[in-house]
């Protein structure tokens, strides 16, 4: 393989990790700045070489896969990302961009202050909610209405008259510092760990289940953008921001229209001291044409507009000196290596832990201890080492080298082929077994209530936790889980106290009822939450629907494997290697003794029966409310096993709504509209269905 090909490569490799952290995970590792720099490199390697471009290139798609865990949508309009950009040169050469696209005409720019929240979308229609989203990976996002619905800050029926029949309002959802900060204090006091900045404790709020202990949270929404709009134009920006605020949806105060690039550099450099005095965090200010039309004529790359740009100030730095390296290991064995430092205040807070990512990176540093290091927050959320300061480097000094052994487990360690990561390769080390169960018990696969990471890491501590399967030999041993001592903190005035106590009868019985509960989980889960190399929540899912059962899954070939759409060689490979091995083989065989779900629910067509027989072919149905025999994803899922289509919002498309109890807003617009709203037994007599599976 040629250097080139290499280079590109270890580029499209690091960045889809990057993308994968920051998109899907919500803990990027590296600075938007260092982001920028290694995209720019793998374009200009796929500039000089075409040849090499291939479809699943970080170059040719917008972002990473949306957050599992709720219904997916697809937006009527893509949200494209924004091109970022760092000093005035570059400003000014994105200005003579613009200018020349649009062949002399006159324009102006709209800028207002980058918020650090999480981006979403607002869909209207009628004035009236319908839906919620994340922006997943651009393309196609997670449907939130419900949590959506408990911010405040945006109204559930637009205010005044004459808006559009269908406005989508794109935005940012945020966490308000003072509400932030007053939410952080009383999980202090309830003995619970405070969350560690307002941006990913947004995300996770958004990503919550429990809609109800979203409101009090005081979360906020502003908005910047706007997606699909039917009955209504606009001219500029401006303009229609004027209409969404008077309409009821809040937009920033500080958004300004510049007349040309001098004026913006202007707010630039105000700015810089400006957003310090904010409620929300931001580290620049976003630059877009403000005419729709001029924005038409410039149009989009397939990542980015070229109406839009995003001036990012750069990330506060500060000294301080390397006292000492953790090595820390992951549920997959990977080694990584964090610097200890004395303390050093970035950004109002003191950093004594930073990030050196991988043994590559502190090659490319030449770190050692003792050494004076340079330290930034990337994003402003994540410490980074990013160089050494020479200069003052200490008389005796070494540079810092990878652990030959595990720093847990004592045991084995290898690099991956033609990666940057190295792995400890027992299958038994501690600190592998207490990530793996951490994930799967997390939420997004087993979701086992009370099971949470500090559980788990005591429980593996004291023996009860050895496997998977352990898990559900917990309701045989609750006595010892009553009987686990676990720390409590409380604050008293100044000071937080901590005392030891019990897990006690009812969190022992709240776990236990989690633990049987999740038996029940799809098999899709369970593939997921089973932790093999490369295999995420989508493609276990695709997996899981096209083999049925746990048992055709382990007995398939890389060949069988690969005849899945979405399933490439080396995640083939990957799963045939896990379920070839003693320790895969006794992992699920152990689960499924244990009486976890190992099967697929059928979604194909019953017996004897042509899609077009089907009983809701063709139709489109919305589900709203409680309903007595069936959750959201088994209604669904028969839905589409009938021949139907399952949507999230009622349009005049919608053929038929089906209404539980406390069926709110959807059962109002349906009756607004004329659509037929059924009973849960008149859905059930429709269907032809036995709920009892009878």
């Given at each position: 393989?040629?250097?080139?090909?290499?280079?590109?490569?270890?580029?499209?490799?690091?960045i889809?990790?990057?993308?994968?952290r920051?998109?899907?995970?919500?803990?990027p590792?590296?600075?938007?700045?260092?982001?920028?720099?290694?995209?720019?490199?793998?374009k200009?390697?796929?500039?000089?070489?075409?040849?090499?471009?291939?479809?699943?290139s970080?170059?040719?798609?917008?972002?990473?896969?949306?957050i599992?865990?709720f219904?997916?949508?697809?937006?009527?309009?893509?949200?494209?990302s924004i091109?970022?950009t760092?000093?005035?040169d570059?400003l000014?050469e994105?200005?003579?961009?613009?200018?020349?696209?649009?062949?002399?005409?006159a324009?102006?720019?709209v800028?207002?202050p980058k918020?650090?929240g999480?981006?979403?979308?607002?869909?209207y229609?009628?004035?009236?909610l319908?839906?919620?989203?994340?922006?997943g990976?651009?393309?196609?996002?997670d449907?939130i209405?419900?949590?959506?619905?408990?911010v405040?800050?945006?109204?559930?029926?637009?205010?005044?008259?004459?808006?559009?029949?269908?406005?989508?309002?794109?935005?940012?959802?945020?966490?308000?510092?003072?509400?932030?900060?007053?939410?952080n204090?009383q999980?202090v006091?309830?003995?619970?760990?405070?969350?560690?900045?307002?941006?990913?404790?947004t995300?996770?709020t958004?990503k919550?289940?429990?809609?109800?202990?979203?409101?009090?949270?005081?979360?906020?929404?502003?908005?910047?953008g706007?997606g699909?709009?039917e009955?209504?134009?606009?001219e500029t920006a401006?303009e229609?921001?004027?209409?969404?605020?008077?309409?009821?949806?809040a937009v920033?105060?500080?958004l300004?229209?510049?007349?040309d690039?001098?004026?913006?550099?202007?707010?630039?450099?105000?700015?810089?001291?400006r957003?310090?005095?904010l409620?929300y965090?931001t580290?620049?200010?976003v630059?877009?044409?403000n005419r729709?039309?001029?924005?038409?004529?410039?149009?989009t790359t397939?990542?980015y507009?070229r109406w839009?740009?995003?001036?990012?100030?750069?990330?506060?730095?500060g000294?301080t000196?390397l006292?000492?390296v953790?090595?820390?290991?992951?549920?997959?064995?990977?080694?990584?290596?964090?610097?200890v430092?004395?303390?050093?205040?970035?950004?109002?807070?003191?950093?004594?832990?930073?990030?050196?990512?991988?043994?590559?990176?502190?090659?490319?540093?030449?770190?050692?201890?003792?050494d004076?290091v340079?330290?930034?927050?990337?994003?402003?959320?994540?410490?980074?080492?990013?160089?050494?300061v020479?200069?003052?480097?200490?008389?005796?000094?070494?540079?810092?080298?990878?652990?030959?052994k595990?720093?847990?487990c004592?045991?084995?360690?290898?690099?991956?082929?033609?990666?940057?990561?190295?792995?400890?390769?027992?299958?038994?080390?501690?600190?592998?077994?207490?990530?793996?169960?951490k994930y799967?018990?997390?939420?997004?696969q087993?979701?086992?209530?009370?099971l949470?990471?500090?559980?788990?890491?005591?429980?593996v501590?004291?023996?009860?936790?050895?496997?998977?399967?352990d898990?559900?030999?917990?309701p045989?041993k609750?006595?010892?889980?009553?009987?686990?001592e676990?720390?409590?903190?409380?604050?008293?005035?100044?000071?937080?106290?901590?005392?030891?106590?019990k897990f006690?009868?009812?969190?022992?019985?709240k776990l236990?009822?989690?633990v049987?509960k999740?038996k029940?989980?799809?098999?899709?889960?369970?593939?997921?939450?089973?932790?093999?190399?490369?295999?995420?929540g989508?493609?276990?899912?695709?997996?899981?629907?096209?083999?049925?059962?746990?048992?055709?899954?382990a007995?398939?070939?890389?060949?069988?494997l690969?005849?899945?759409?979405?399933?490439g060689?080396?995640?083939?490979?990957?799963?045939?290697k896990?379920f070839?091995?003693e320790a895969?083989?006794?992992?699920?065989?152990?689960l499924?003794?244990?009486?976890?779900?190992?099967?697929?629910?059928d979604?194909?067509?019953?017996?004897?029966?042509?899609?077009?027989?089907?009983?809701?072919?063709g139709?489109?149905l919305?589900v709203?409310?409680?309903?007595?025999h069936f959750?959201?994803?088994?209604?669904?899922t028969?839905?589409k096993?009938?021949?139907?289509?399952?949507?999230?919002?009622v349009?005049?498309?919608t053929?038929?709504?089906?209404?539980?109890e406390?069926?709110?807003?959807k059962?109002?617009?349906?009756?607004?509209?004329?659509?037929?709203v059924?009973?849960?037994?008149e859905?059930?007599?429709?269907?032809?269905?036995?709920?009892?599976?009878?």
């Open positions: 393989m040629s250097t080139w090909q290499q280079d590109i490569d270890r580029l499209r490799g690091e889809n990790d990057h993308d994968y920051y998109y899907t995970l919500g803990e590792s590296i600075s938007d700045q260092q982001y920028d720099k290694l995209f720019k490199q793998l200009a390697l796929e500039a000089e070489h075409p040849e090499a471009i291939t479809p699943d970080p170059t040719q798609r917008v972002g990473e896969k949306p599992e865990g219904e997916h949508v697809t937006h009527a309009v893509p949200m494209l091109d970022n760092y000093n005035e570059e000014r994105f200005d003579r961009r613009v200018a020349k696209g649009l062949d002399g005409d324009y102006q720019y800028v207002d918020i650090d999480v981006s979403g979308t607002l869909r229609e009628d004035g009236v319908v839906l919620g989203a994340t922006r990976d651009g393309k196609v996002g449907d209405t419900a949590n959506i619905k408990t405040r800050a945006i109204p559930l029926k637009l205010r005044g008259k004459d808006w559009p029949a269908v406005l989508e309002v794109r935005g940012e959802v945020y966490w308000p510092r003072p509400a932030f900060e007053k939410h204090e999980r006091k309830d003995g619970q760990e405070p969350f560690a900045n307002p941006r990913n404790a995300t996770g958004l919550s289940l429990d809609s109800k202990a979203i409101a009090e949270r005081g979360l906020h929404f502003i908005a910047h706007s699909q709009i009955g209504a134009t606009f401006a229609l921001f004027e209409a969404i605020n008077g309409w009821g949806i920033s105060e500080h300004e229209v510049c007349d690039i001098d004026a913006v550099l202007r707010l630039v450099e105000a700015w810089d001291e957003r310090h005095t409620d965090e580290d620049g200010l630059i877009k044409v729709f039309d001029q924005r038409d004529e410039l149009g397939s990542r507009p839009a740009i995003a001036y990012k100030y750069a990330a506060e730095q000294e000196k006292i000492d953790d090595f820390q290991v992951g549920k997959l064995g990977t080694i990584t290596p964090r610097a430092m004395e303390p050093v205040q970035l950004s109002g807070t003191t950093v004594r832990h930073a990030s050196l990512h991988n043994f590559d990176q502190v090659e490319r540093l030449g770190v050692g201890i003792g004076t340079v330290v930034e927050k990337a994003g402003e959320i994540i410490p980074q080492v990013v160089s050494v020479e200069a003052k480097r200490p008389k005796k000094w070494k540079p810092l080298q990878p652990p030959k595990c720093p847990v004592d045991g084995e360690i290898v690099k991956d082929d033609g990666g940057v990561y190295i792995r400890c390769i027992n299958p038994e080390c501690p600190a592998q077994l207490k990530e793996r169960l799967f018990c997390g939420r997004d087993m979701d086992i209530e009370g949470g990471d500090v559980m788990v890491e005591k429980m501590d004291v023996g009860l936790l050895k496997s998977f399967a898990v559900y030999a917990l045989s609750r006595a010892e889980v009553i009987d686990l676990i720390e409590q903190q409380r604050k008293s005035g100044d000071q937080v106290k901590t005392s030891i106590v006690g009868e009812k969190r022992t019985d236990i009822a989690g049987e999740s029940d989980r799809t098999l899709a889960r369970v593939l997921a939450a089973l932790n093999i190399r490369h295999v995420g989508s493609s276990a899912e695709l997996i899981a629907q096209h083999f049925g059962s746990m048992e055709k899954i007995a398939a070939t890389e060949e069988d690969q005849a899945v759409d979405g399933v060689p080396e995640m083939a490979a990957s799963v045939k896990f070839d091995s895969g083989e006794h992992t699920w065989r152990a499924d003794k244990a009486g976890v779900n190992m099967v697929e629910p979604t194909g067509p019953p017996a004897g029966m042509t899609a077009d027989e089907l009983p809701l072919a139709k489109t919305v709203t409310g409680t309903l007595e959750d959201r994803k088994e209604i669904e028969l839905i096993k009938l021949g139907g289509k399952a949507t999230g919002s349009s005049k498309k053929d038929y709504l089906v209404a539980g406390k069926a709110g807003s059962l109002d617009k349906a009756k607004k509209l004329d659509v037929t059924l009973s849960e037994a859905f059930i007599e429709l269907a032809g269905v036995d709920p009892n599976g009878e």
